[in-house]
Nanobody, 116 residues
Framework: QVQLVESGGGLVQAGGSLRLSCAVSGNIRSIHTMAWYRQAPGKQRELVAILTSRGNTNYADSVKGRFTISRDNADNTIYLQMNSLKPEDTAVYYC??????????WGQGTQVTVSS
């Protein structure tokens, strides 16, 4: 069983920074992609950032230049560094992992609230 546990969310003022973490554990042999999604109230879940096993990254236009996705291979943790936060970044952030077998896994989500 694969588990993803997010942490690092919270309340921050506009212009501030947060770093989200996603600890991956369980029987997952190889990871194909790692990603962060977010869902704001009344809106659909959207892709924020994605990191492939080859090290390629892609970001939503709304976060380019402000957010950075990374991975620590030693402890199977995925990070999302968020700088220059804006009120519109307020959402529940979810970690997502897709294995080479194309099985997808989700974390429980962590709330990020940015006050103006």
């Amino acid at each position: 069983q694969v588990q993803l546990v997010e942490s690092g969310g919270g309340l921050v003022q506009a212009g501030g920074s947060l770093r989200l973490s996603c600890a991956v554990s369980g029987n997952i042999r190889s990871i194909h992609t790692m990603a962060w999604y977010r869902q704001a109230p009344g809106k659909q879940r959207e892709l924020v950032a994605i990191l492939t096993s080859r090290g390629n990254t892609n970001y939503a236009d709304s976060v380019k230049g402000r957010f950075t996705i990374s991975r620590d291979n030693a402890d199977n943790t995925i990070y999302l560094q968020m700088n220059s936060l804006k009120p519109e970044d307020t959402a529940v952030y979810y970690c997502n992992v897709v294995s080479l077998q194309l099985s997808g896994y989700w974390g429980q989500g962590t709330q990020v609230t940015v006050s103006s």
